[in-house]
Nanobody
Framework: QVQLVESGGGLVQPGDSLRLSCAIS????????IGWYRQAPGKGREKVSC????????WYADSVQGRFTISRDNTKKTVDLQMTNLKPEDTARYYC??????????????????WGQGTQVTVSS
């Protein structure tokens, strides 16, 4: 069974950077993709970024484009989210998830099957 564990969250100031990591254990098929999502208190879940696990197709939400970078290491089975120039509105619990679907620069549409427990990111001065 696939399991995902997020790490790297914390309390930072506006303008700071953080690197989140999603460690994946269990069988992951070549066509499965990974997504990063976030949920702030009182708000719905927001899709942040996606990456095709066996290729380099990536997608970013407009709100993070140019500030966040998603990457993956197939040897280590990790997917990282490098976040720079963080803003208070980036405050949320961040989750990684795996599933089948489409990941292109213009879209990320995944049928998600497994989720991690999340890691909290708080951006505050």
């Amino acid at each position: 069974q696939v399991q995902l564990v997020e790490s790297g969250g914390g309390l930072v100031q506006p303008g700071d950077s953080l690197r989140l990591s999603c460690a994946i254990s269990g069988p992951l098929r070549d066509s499965e993709s990974i997504g990063w999502y976030r949920q702030a208190p009182g708000k719905g879940r927001e899709k942040v970024s996606c990456i095709w696990f066996s290729a380099r197709n990536t997608w970013y939400a407009d709100s993070v484009q140019g500030r966040f970078t998603i990457s993956r290491d197939n040897t280590k089975k990790t997917v990282d989210l490098q976040m720079t120039n963080l803003k208070p509105e980036d405050t949320a619990r961040y989750y990684c998830a795996v599933g089948f679907g489409v990941v292109q620069s213009s879209q990320c549409a995944l049928d998600l099957s497994h989720w991690g427990q999340g890691t909290q990111v708080t951006v505050s001065s």
